[in-house]
């Protein structure tokens, strides 16, 4: 971490309020719902969780359009216009350096477009969670129940491991997720798992939602 930076993003505080205010008086107001505090970014969330908030709490403010790119000035702006887009920009790039994580903070800090600083932290974000993805469902696949291991443990585990890849977008459906913990088992519950065979080739077997 730089040093400073944890002092230097506490003190966007009133800053924040203050671009706020500006950017209401220039006619971007509108009926604001849910927090009046940006989300924080955190790993659990993630990053979709962490974007349909952002987006949420910044388009209800006119500055959304900063970020996906679409709030282009045209070929000979006005002063107003370059200002209104400056005004919005500083408000936009405010609330990213306050809502990622320091660590993140810390590589976009010296960008000052707010959508280059988003680009930048989406890719950091999306191939991350990319790279995470496969060795999650490595491990999920490769699980199996031990010697000495509770049922109860095992299942626990399985399921974690199952949340874990949902979060990053990598869903395991029901019906792949009781073959995997039958194939699990296989070497320690044969007799249960013959018992599941027959009811799948028999179409009677139901799998509920495990979580």
């Known amino acids: 971490m730089r040093p400073g930076a944890t002092?230097?993003?506490k003190s966007l505080s009133p800053t924040l309020v203050r671009l706020e205010h500006g950017v209401q008086k220039r006619g971007c107001r509108c009926t604001q719902v849910g927090s009046n505090k940006p989300l924080k970014y955190d790993e659990e969330g993630g990053f979709d969780l962490y974007e349909a908030v952002l987006e949420s709490y910044l388009a209800q403010r006119g500055c959304w359009v900063i970020l996906d790119g679409t709030d282009a000035l045209d070929a000979s702006p006005t002063a107003a216009e370059t200002a209104r887009q400056s005004e919005k920009n500083t408000f936009a790039r405010d609330v990213l350096l306050r809502g990622v994580l320091i660590k993140d903070a810390t590589k976009i800090c010296t960008m000052t477009d707010a959508r280059q600083m988003w680009v930048a932290f989406e890719l950091e974000k999306t191939k991350r969670n990319f790279s995470n993805a496969l060795f999650a469902r490595k491990k999920f696949y490769s699980y199996d129940y031990a010697a000495g291991m509770g049922v109860d443990e095992y299942l626990d585990e399985?399921?974690?491991?199952?949340?874990?890849?949902?979060s990053m977008n990598d869903i395991i459906t029901d019906d792949e997720m009781v073959k995997v913990i039958l194939q699990g088992v296989a070497c320690a519950y044969r007799g249960v798992v013959r018992m599941f065979e027959k009811e799948v080739r028999d179409g009677t077997f139901c799998c509920g939602p495990i979580y």
């Open 7 to 9: 002092k230097a993003l």
């Open 158 to 166: 399985m399921k974690s491991m199952r949340r874990q890849l949902h």
